[in-house]
């Protein structure tokens, strides 16, 4: 009966999203992390048609599915997804005096230069994260105390209830590495940012400032997913230095290591599992419970099945 019933869904996934559709699909390649199993089905939308297509579709059928951007927050398990991911590859953008509106997929190094190039002065600080403005709109990505969610100006979303609806800023309420995304199933498809005239070279500048700073501390060659776990806004104490302090620059699990120059980073040092990466940061946030009493909360996000079983803690 559940086979029968598999078939059909699949024949009437295959029919609607036609060949671009992928079925056991390896997601450890489309990850910063490089770890991951298999997806069921994968479909890489590069036109916004083709977005919502897919979702209305899963949600028709009743697939479990996953938007991804570029993958650089997400670890996801060793058994993969039992479901479809949404490659979103939708990456128009449009400049009109101030404002930039571009589609969710657009990397987040394509925004900063365009906006460089028309000399708007805002996203500098934006330089070096890596990933899609879908993932850094769902995130309220930032750095140096700026987030993606200040300069956000009306946003156009698929809804949970399969409407499209333009937004403000005010429904996303966003707040630090929030925003309302994570808590509703609505799909970000394109969004406006307003930002201020400039000079180019002071822009550029700035943008090589940034770039600078950031390479003494991040490990761009190699396998992470840049900071796993959220700093603690309310105490106003970073993540980092929690974690530094008890030991954490020191641990690894299997090939899942925390980075030496930052102890808020886990790093796949060769060919690391999910479960390895998933129990170093249950031991991370353990040490620091015990001994802060702060509960770490993950900026990761963890996809697919991950074994709840405490699994003993060795090899550390
Ligand atoms: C080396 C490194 C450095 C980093 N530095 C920073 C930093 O300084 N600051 C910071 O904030 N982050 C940082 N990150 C994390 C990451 O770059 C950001 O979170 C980025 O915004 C993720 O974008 P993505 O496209 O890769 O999202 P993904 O990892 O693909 O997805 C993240 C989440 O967003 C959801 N999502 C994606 N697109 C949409 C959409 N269109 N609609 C609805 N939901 C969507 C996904 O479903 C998923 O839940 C860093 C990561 C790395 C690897």
Redesign the pocket.
Known sequence: MLATKTKTVRRELKSILGENLKEKEVLAPY??FKIGGEADYFFRAKRIDELTNAVLTARELGIPY?????????LVSDEGFRGMVIK?ECRKTEVCDTTIACQ??TL?KDLVNSARENSLQGFEFLA?????V??????N???FGK?IGEYTEEAVLLTSSGNIEIVGREYFDFGY?YSK?KKTM????SVSFKLKKGRKESIGKRIEQVWEK?KKS???NKK????FFKNVKDKGISAGYLLDQVGAKKMSVGEAKVFSKHANIIINSKNAKAKDVKKLARILKERVKKRFKINLEE?V?YLGKFNQRRLPIDNI
């Open positions: 990850t910063s996953f938007i991804l951007g570029k993958g650089n927050n997400v979103n969710s997929g987040l070096g994260i890596p990933g899609t879908g993932g850094a709109v769902f995130g990505a930032g750095a987030s590495r995304l609505d799909v970000l498809l950031r991040i490990p761009y992470s997913a840049g900071c900026e996000i």
